[in-house]
């Protein structure tokens, strides 16, 4: 019994990580997309260096999961899916990086409490702890280039699309942690949207 318990486990820790990998794909692919709509030099350098910090992300997820002696699980309806269900398929760059923030802003929050959930694995921790500094940046870089849209567009019509974005996403999460409560991973005890 304990041996099948263990088994079960391991299967949910890959299932997870799987996800987070298929999460760091679809931002990388989604930024690679950004990146040919856009001629802004300085918005390209950004996007250049995130979209290699995401692949990056993949690869350590890919890395962690065969450690624990497994291939990644192919993921149909992932986060990203999830979210494009709710909101659609934002149709300017400045539609695309604030969804992109509000989506980075769930990442931190997420892989902050999986890194604190008690008897987590010291090298998944790792991981998490990589890819969290890494969020700062992302989030940061993003809010650079939203304040200076605000100039532009009106703080009040950014302020609005957030909000609109992380009320969506908030859905979309929710969703996401129900399968996860099927599976017995449970990293926060609602879908309450982090912090701005």
């Known amino acids: 019994m304990r041996q099948r318990e263990r088994m079960t486990q391991a299967s949910a820790q890959v299932w997870l990580l799987s996800y987070y990998r298929a999460a760091e794909l679809r931002g990388a692919d989604l930024l690679g997309r950004l990146l040919r709509k856009t001629d802004d030099p300085h918005l390209h350098i950004n996007l250049t260096r995130h979209f290699a910090d995401e692949a990056r992300h993949a690869w350590l997820w890919t890395r962690r999961i065969q450690e624990l002696g497994a291939a990644p699980l192919p993921v149909v309806d992932g986060y990203q899916r999830r979210l494009r269900q709710y909101v659609g398929l934002p149709s300017s ?3 695309l990086l604030a969804l992109t923030h509000v989506a980075e802003e769930r990442v931190q929050q997420r892989y902050r409490e999986h890194a604190a959930r008690p008897g987590e694995d010291p090298r998944t921790v790792a991981v998490l702890q990589i890819i969290t500094a890494d969020e700062e940046w992302h989030l940061a870089w993003i809010e ?16 609005a699309l957030l909000d609109r974005y992380r009320a969506l996403e908030a859905k979309a999460y929710a969703e996401l942690a129900s399968e996860e409560e099927r599976f017995g991973i449970t990293l926060r005890s609602s879908s309450e949207r982090p912090r701005p």
Do not use: F, H, N, P
């Open 93 to 95: 760059v400045l539609e």
């Open 144 to 159: 650079t280039w939203l304040a200076g849209q605000a100039r532009e567009y009106g703080s009040g019509q950014i302020v």
